[in-house]
């Protein structure tokens, strides 16, 4: 495990109390984890496909430069 240390705005960190409060996480830490892993879960193909035209850019590029 790796242990992170953010800084958030008063706002923000209220939302993420009221959800502990109100019973839907068993703490802060637990909320914002909840958060990252759907953030990385939406956003996986996303990064896949980015990282898979860059890697097509540069074979076409490499392709070129050697005709």
Do not use: C
Request: glycine share 2%; hydrophobic share 50%.
């Amino acid at each position: 495990m790796k242990t992170l240390s953010i800084t958030i705005p008063d706002a923000l960190a209220e939302r993420l109390n009221e959800y502990v409060t109100a019973g839907f996480f068993p703490s802060e830490p637990d909320v914002v984890l909840a958060a990252m892993s759907e953030f990385v879960r939406r956003n996986r193909v996303d990064l896949m496909e980015r990282f898979a035209r860059e890697d097509i850019a540069w074979a076409v590029k490499e392709a070129h430069a050697a005709q």
